[in-house]
């Protein structure tokens, strides 16, 4: 099983970066995915999911309306558009596939920094 992030990078406050975890080794299409996020000396936060099928998100208020989350099940690849980035969403970014019968699966995860 692997899940491998990339798209993270430094970027100046109000820039878009979008991420992508590519996943292999399990059926992505069963899975609901979920990026999270973790910043020097906070616990890791829950940013973003989306079902299965693709058809419901939910977000962080932190990040509603500034980040999407999307997947391309063909591809087996899970997206997270962010917009409008700001300072406090420097983090690592981290993609989890998770199903509630069978348990989930995590990245290496992707560092973005945002600062001027």
């Known amino acids: 099983v692997q899940l491998v992030e990339s798209g993270g990078g430094l970027v100046q406050p109000g820039a878009s970066l979008r991420l992508s975890c590519v996943s292999s080794?399990?059926?992505?299409?069963?899975?609901?995915m979920r990026w999270y996020r973790q910043a020097p000396g906070k616990e890791r936060e829950l940013v973003a999911v989306?079902?299965?099928?693709?058809?419901?998100?939910n977000y962080a208020d932190s990040v509603k309306g500034r980040f999407t989350i999307s997947r391309d099940n063909a591809k087996n690849t899970v997206y997270l558009q962010m917009n409008s980035l700001k300072p406090e969403d420097t983090a690592r970014y981290y993609c989890?596939?998770?199903?509630?019968?069978?348990?989930?699966?995590w990245g290496q995860g992707t560092q973005v920094t945002v600062s001027s």
């Open positions: 989890r596939a998770w199903d509630a019968t069978i348990g989930g699966y």
């Open positions: 080794g399990f059926t992505f299409s069963r899975y609901s």
């Open positions: 989306i079902t299965s099928a693709g058809g419901s998100t």
